[in-house]
């Protein structure tokens, strides 16, 4: 079993939906959790951080689920621009690993 | 200027032949990585340092070797390229202070192996 699982999608919605994509991992000990955004062909790219509050940036919101070991981001009024690929990463305790999911892809279409 | 720069960024090679990607930063951290990402596996951990006299295996760290000659750069070998290393090789850094590790990614080297 993988350490950090995602749907790898491909996810095609129209320009306006809302999409949602989770994201789950196996290691307890995991302490900081975040979502990357890669470009076709370009860098990950750290999208936002997840905490247990939940937080919002925008269109984008994110929630961590501690007791289930699940992570999710969802975006709203979905953009041509926000077609990409969604990268879920957790990392232990003082940063000593990281774990990247393989990506979630997302196809924003007109 | 970017933070972190990778060279080349583009390389076609022979099975065989020795080859080295760059990578320097000048973001002061103190932790780098090496990755490579292929189509469905995600970004797969090489190796990694966490300060100039620390190196450590990753997840696939067979066929590779790397160098850390100072804080600021970190430099991935493939001794003897074969053709099933052809993929994007991205170089990454963080700053053991920054509890989350949040890490700042080059722009990848895309390396092909025939």
């Known amino acids: 079993r993988k350490e950090v699982e995602q749907d790898p999608g491909p996810f095609n919605v129209p320009e306006g939906a809302t999409v949602a994509f989770n994201c789950t991992y196996s290691?307890?000990?995991?302490?900081?959790f975040f979502w990357y955004r890669q470009d076709c062909r370009k860098e990950p790219k750290l999208l936002m951080s997840?905490?247990?509050s939940g937080n919002e940036d925008g269109r984008f919101t994110a929630q961590l689920n501690r007791a289930s070991q699940y992570i999710s981001l969802l975006i709203r009024d979905s953009k041509l621009s926000d077609s990409a690929t969604y990268l879920c990463?957790?990392?232990?305790?003082?940063?000593?690993?990281?774990?990247f999911g393989a990506g979630t892809r997302l196809f924003v279409k007109a | 200027d970017a933070d972190v720069t990778q060279t080349p960024r583009n390389r076609i090679t022979k099975t065989g032949k020795r080859i080295m990607l760059e990578c320097s930063q000048t973001?002061?951290?103190?932790?780098m990585y090496w990755y490579r990402q292929d189509p469905g596996l995600g970004l797969r951990l090489i190796y990694y340092?966490?300060?100039?006299?620390?190196?450590n295996k990753g997840e696939i760290s067979d066929g590779y070797s790397v160098s850390r000659q100072a804080q600021a750069k970190f430099s991935l070998s493939l001794e003897s390229a074969i053709p099933n290393q052809t993929a994007l090789y991205f170089c990454?850094?963080?700053?053991?202070?920054?509890?989350?590790?949040?890490?700042?990614f080059g722009p990848g080297t895309r390396l092909t192996v025939l």
């Open positions: 973001k002061g951290h103190d932790r």
């Open positions: 290691n307890s000990a995991s302490q900081s």
């Open positions: 340092s966490f300060d100039v006299k620390d190196i």
């Open positions: 990463v957790v990392t232990t305790t003082g940063g000593f690993k990281t774990i």
């Open positions: 997840v905490y247990s």
């Open positions: 990454a850094t963080s700053d053991h202070r920054d509890r989350g590790n949040e890490q700042f």
